[in-house]
């Protein structure tokens, strides 16, 4: 029996073509990732009470109470915001 053109099978060189993947993939053009804000909320930002003077004031004397130590938690208003989340999520 004779068997000629042993290489024909696999005539395709694996390296070449890994090579050539290689040079096609570095060839394409890299993506990155993009976020993109919607005129709706930039509209929700810009009228955002986030930055408002009277906010800052508030969060100023907040700070100061605090550090001071005469800042004073009512629990009963604590209770009330607590009360709904322990009602829609019972316990196991």
Avoid: C, W
């Avoid at 003077?53 to 550090?67: F, G, N, T, W």
């Avoid at 009963?76 to 019972?90: I, S």
């Amino acid at each position: 029996m004779k068997i000629n053109e042993p290489g024909r099978i696999h005539s395709i060189n694996q390296y070449q073509k890994k090579n050539e993947m290689a040079v096609n993939n570095a060839n394409k053009k890299q993506r990155k990732d993009e976020v993109q804000i919607s005129a709706a909320a930039k509209e929700m930002l810009s009228t955002s009470q986030m930055n408002s003077p009277e906010r800052a004031k508030h969060i100023e004397s907040l700070k100061q109470s605090i550090a001071s130590g005469t800042y004073h938690v009512d629990s009963g208003k604590l209770a009330e915001k607590l009360l709904p989340y322990f009602d829609n999520n019972p316990s196991e």
